[in-house]
């Protein structure tokens, strides 16, 4: 990180002439007949993936106005990263979401619609109100959808204010979350993980970590005597770890151990019955186990939007099934992915972002050029995890859950420990960069701020 982020908001275009002749391979072999309009580049979803990334491109000074089109069906974008810390009563959840047209730069133009259909022999996308669009090169970027109706129950609790149920995963409940936290003065709290993949892996217990230390602080729970306490907290969870990556999970199972958390592992949070009883699968066929709860808080099962999964760009998995090095998809070489909705093999955060955007970037004006990709994204994720009020175990890792520590690398720090300078950069740097130049198109992530 060397210098002070930028101030101006976005740059002037300098206006460049349309070079359509360039086109990749695919988009110039199949000719548009019924398109009502035309851009260079189109990205599919305006979250931080497709901010960051439609901003970058025109930030390349290589696109005229409307050049570049962005499809979102949303009014509102949130800082989703901020919601644990809703949970943890730090912060209001009003204050991370901002307008999605207001972000979108006026350059760029906005399809304020969802996505119907994908045609890319034809190097078309239809719009939930039918009109269609063409393009020469394609960001499929609309991240993941939650799936609340995977735990029997669990949308009826969500949504009874009265229930000992929530979660930190949607912007209806976020703030739940901690009336629920503060209203438990004794009894068995339960915070659940599903199998699969879901956003931000370390989220389901950072909550955990913050609800375990308000109860010690307001006296309720006694990490050194968890017997004898009024309140008794087990993580159930339905991977056999805490955490993907050996070395951060090592850690985070000695914390669990130290604060006497009682490991709930391969239980798979299925149903939610009588307002206070938790039904978990196990896995291999076992027997269902239930397990009475006066606090729980659960992480329903996540994956790919239908219009994603049910289209010619999903692997099997429902993902767009890209390069791993270069986000690049693997039959349609004029479409790429990153983030949520991508193939890449990685955990996903926002932090994976900011190092897939600029390969997805760079490699995407190089092929508008007839040229091969060049950059290679390693796999770079983090999951800043708060254990505590007060500090964060900043993991950094990259393809193969091998570590990839930037304050290790810069200053010899070990980042599995947990640390009050990491807390801060969760709780205030992070949600700044994010909103000042994440989402212009101006921050690297590690690498710092970008030109
Ligand atoms: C990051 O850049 C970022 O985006 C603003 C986050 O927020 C969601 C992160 O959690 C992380 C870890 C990064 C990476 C940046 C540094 C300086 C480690």
């Known amino acids: 990180m060397a210098c002070a982020p930028s101030a101006r908001p976005f740059i002037a275009l300098a206006a460049v002439p349309a070079r359509r002749g360039l086109a990749s391979v695919a988009a110039a072999a199949a000719p548009v007949t019924s398109a009502t309009s035309n851009h260079k580049v189109v990205l599919v979803g305006a979250g931080t993936a497709g901010l960051s990334i439609g901003h970058q491109l025109l930030r ?57 259909k994908f045609a890319p022999e034809q190097n ?34 969500l949504a009874d204010r009265n229930s000992l149920v929530s979660t930190i995963y949607s912007y209806d409940h976020c703030d739940k979350v901690f009336r629920t936290i503060e209203a438990l003065q004794k009894g068995t709290a339960i915070f659940t993980q599903p199998a699969g993949v879901i956003k931000c892996a ?3 217990q950072k909550i955990m970590w913050l609800a ?43 914390l669990r151990q130290e604060r006497g958390v009682e490991g709930l592992f391969e239980r798979d949070l299925v149903s939610i ?4 009883t938790a039904t978990f699968a196990r896995p291999n066929g076992q027997e269902k186990v239930t397990r009475k709860f006066d606090f729980l808080h659960a992480v329903p099962k996540m994956g790919p939007h239908a219009f994603v999964k049910s289209s010619p760009l999903a692997n099997a998995a429902g993902y767009v099934d890209v390069d791993d090095a270069t986000t690049r998809h ?8 990153a983030g949520d909705a991508s193939s890449l093999p990685t955990s996903k955060t926002a932090a994976a972002i900011t190092a897939e955007a600029p390969v997805l970037v760079g490699n995407l004006l190089n092929a508008m050029e007839g040229k091969a990709p060049q950059e290679q994204y390693d796999g770079y994720t983090s999951c800043p995890l708060l254990t505590e009020y007060g500090k964060v175990m900043l993991a950094e890792f990259k393809y193969g859950g091998v570590p990839k ?15 009050r300078a990491f807390y801060h950069l969760k709780k205030d740097f992070f949600p700044w960069v994010y909103r000042n130049n994440m989402v212009k198109g101006t921050w690297g992530g590690p690498k710092g701020w970008l030109n």
């Open 60 to 116: 390349s000074g290589k696109f005229a106005q409307d050049d570049i089109a962005i499809v979102d069906p949303a009014t509102w974008h949130h800082y989703q990263p901020g919601w644990t810390l809703v949970g943890g009563g730090l912060k209001n959840k009003e204050e991370l979401q901002s307008r999605l047209d207001e972000m979108i730069d006026p350059n760029i133009k906005f399809y304020n619609d969802s996505v119907g």
């Open 124 to 157: 078309v996308v239809t719009l939930g109100n039918g009109d269609k669009i063409s393009y020469e090169q394609l960001v499929v970027v609309p991240g993941v959808h939650i799936d609340y109706s995977s735990i029997r129950g669990l949308p009826e609790a």
């Open 202 to 204: 370390g989220a389901p």
């Open 212 to 254: 375990l230390d308000h109860w010690k602080q307001t006296g309720v729970y006694d990490p050194t005597n968890p017997s004898a306490s009024p309140v008794k907290v087990a993580f159930a969870t339905g991977l056999p770890v805490m955490f993907g990556v050996p070395k951060y999970s090592a850690k985070l199972d000695a």
């Open 273 to 276: 019955d009588n307002g206070n």
């Open 330 to 337: 693997k039959k349609y070489a004029n479409i790429w992915s």
């Open 405 to 419: 520590e930037t304050f290790n690398d810069w200053f010899g720090i070990d980042q599995a420990e947990p640390r």
